[in-house]
């Protein structure tokens, strides 16, 4: 379900309008791997950009979010970004749940779609669980 209507990318736009409650959409970084035949929104066109903070930002601006997923592994090796995806998730009412990277890739292979950013940050991957606006 749409929050807004500020995405200029016609594929990432798309995808936002077609989700719907409980459907997942996978924030990637640049390395995470993407299940064949799974819907992929690539915007990355060099290292690091765009960067992932950028992507969710513009997705959590569409999207009403209920639930976020992301590895365990992310509070020891990238804490910094960890910070960052709280600062955004909270104030939503968003709880972070947190699952081994194993898990976290499997987890995904039923994702609605990934967007796909040019992060080189460890770990700078999440799922969101849309909701419902009412």
Same mark, same amino acid.
């Given at each position: 379900?749409?929050?807004?209507?500020?995405?200029?990318?016609?594929?990432?736009?798309?995808?936002?309008?077609?989700?719907?409650?409980?459907d997942g959409i996978v924030v990637t970084d640049a390395g995470l791997p993407i299940p064949p035949g799974s819907e992929r929104i690539d915007l990355a066109y060099r290292p690091g950009a765009p960067a992932f903070l950028?992507? +969710?930002?513009?997705?959590?601006?569409?999207? $009403?979010?209920? #639930?976020a997923t992301v590895s365990r592994e992310i509070a020891e090796r990238s804490p910094g970004?960890?910070?960052?995806?709280r600062e955004r998730l909270e104030p939503l009412g968003v709880e972070i749940v947190f699952v081994p990277?194993?898990?976290?890739?499997? +987890?995904?292979?039923?994702?609605?779609?990934? $967007?796909?950013? #040019?992060?080189?940050t460890p770990y700078a991957n999440v799922i969101l669980t849309a909701g419902v606006a009412y």
């Open positions: 379900m749409r929050r807004t209507a500020t995405t200029i990318n016609p594929q990432l736009s798309r995808v936002i309008s077609e989700t719907g409650h409980t950028d992507v +969710l930002d513009t997705v959590l601006a569409e999207m $009403v979010i209920e #639930g970004m960890l910070a960052a995806l990277h194993i898990e976290f890739k499997e +987890l995904t292979r039923s994702a609605r779609a990934f $967007v796909r950013s #040019g992060e080189f």
